[in-house]
């Protein structure tokens, strides 16, 4: 297993623009997580799913955020009508979820620029 | 609300030296606590989890601990080296279906030659 993929590695867009971006995760792993990092801090949570199911959703995500796993297995996020503040780095993770000891994996993340 | 703090932000030791990394926490009914490595402009690699009925974890040079009850876990580097250097993040997960978690911002260690 390779780890998780993340794609692309850096997107540039103008604001206003739409953008999404891909996350594959760890075959086995049923988990998948998507965070926002900005410079000096630590990440922050948006969603995650199990499998399919979307089961929960952070407060700081916007409408403008969507995400999806349609397969349970990649997950896409996408932003509509970007803004300068959505400039950050967005990190996925995946765990394999049962019992109590899971641990989560990260993916190198997509650093996105609003310009 | 949980909240996670790192102190310090920054550490800078000279090689060879051991070390101890702070984590504390608001609210103590936690799943799970899990710490990071993060090497600048990359993605987080795991170094340790202690789940919430144990004490510590140890892989290699690493020692981490866990205590509930007083809302601390630090992370505890022996024999430092400068390949030790990048920021350590700590993070813990809710006591229910241990799906959203809260991150600390962490502890940028320099290990100097």
């Known amino acids: 297993d390779t780890g998780v993929s993340q794609n692309p590695r850096h997107k540039i867009t103008k604001r206003g623009q739409n953008v999404t971006f891909r996350c594959d995760p760890i075959s086995e792993h049923n988990r998948l997580y998507w965070y926002r990092q900005t410079l000096g801090q630590g990440p922050e949570f948006l969603t995650y799913?199990?499998?399919?199911?979307?089961?929960?959703k952070s407060r700081l995500l916007s409408d403008r955020f969507s995400a999806e796993r349609p397969k349970g297995s990649f997950s896409t996020l996408e932003i509509q009508r970007t803004e300068q503040g959505d400039s950050a780095m967005y990190l996925c993770?995946?765990?394999?979820?049962?019992?109590?000891?899971?641990?989560?994996?990260f993916g190198p993340g997509t650093r996105l620029t609003v310009t | 609300k949980q909240e996670v703090t790192q102190i310090p932000a920054a550490l800078s030791v000279p090689e060879g030296e051991n070390l101890v990394l702070n984590c504390s926490f608001t609210?103590?009914?936690?799943?799970?606590l899990q710490w990071f490595r993060q090497d600048p402009g990359k993605g987080l690699t795991s170094l340790l989890l202690?789940?919430?009925?144990?004490r510590e974890q140890t892989s290699g040079r690493l020692n981490a601990s866990l205590d509930k009850s007083s809302g601390r876990s630090t992370l505890y580097i022996a024999a430092s080296q400068p390949g030790d250097s990048a920021t350590y993040l700590c993070a813990v997960w809710r006591n229910t279906n241990a799906g959203k978690s809260t991150f600390g911002d962490g502890t940028t260690l320099t290990v100097k030659p």
């Open positions: 609210d103590s009914a936690i799943y799970n």
């Open positions: 993770a995946s765990s394999f979820y049962l019992g109590a000891n899971y641990e989560q994996y």
């Open positions: 799913f199990q499998n399919e199911a979307q089961l929960e």
């Open positions: 202690i789940q919430s009925s144990q």
